[in-house]
Nanobody, 122 residues
Framework: QVQLVESGGGLVQAGGSLRLSCAAS????????MGWFRQGPGKGLEWVAD????????SYGDSVKGRFTISRDNAENTVYLLMNNLKPEDTAVYYC???????????????WGQGAQVTVSS
């Protein structure tokens, strides 16, 4: 079993920044890739970014590329999402997810966090 706990959400004005954290427990953190997803009001689930198990490879959705940065600290079992230049359309519940152990892209996601609300005011 793996537990994922997000933190760092909140209310921010457009143009501002937030950093989300996702702490993992229960399995060897460095053996799997991690990702971030979001679901805006009335919208479906959207992939935001992912990062390889060692942290050397990252990928981003077009809507966040150049503004968001995913990173991880394997010593702290934590993945981060730094969000800069936030826009009202970034308002969503953000979820971290764990990829299946030792998997390669396209990843299958087998554990999810509970979600963190991010609200961007105009």
């Amino acid at each position: 079993q793996v537990q994922l706990v997000e933190s760092g959400g909140g209310l921010v004005q457009a143009g501002g920044s937030l950093r989300l954290s996702c702490a993992a427990s229960g399995r060897t953190f460095s053996s799997y890739a991690m990702g971030w997803f979001r679901q805006g009001p009335g919208k479906g689930l959207e992939w935001v970014a992912d990062i390889t198990s060692g942290g050397s490879g990252t990928s981003y959705g077009d809507s966040v590329k150049g503004r968001f940065t995913i990173s991880r600290d394997n010593a702290e079992n934590t993945v981060y999402l730094l969000m800069n230049n936030l826009k009202p359309e970034d308002t969503a519940v953000y979820y971290c997810a764990k990829a299946e152990d030792y998997s390669i892209p396209p990843y299958a996601w087998d554990y999810w966090g509970q979600g963190a609300q991010v609200t961007v005011s105009s």
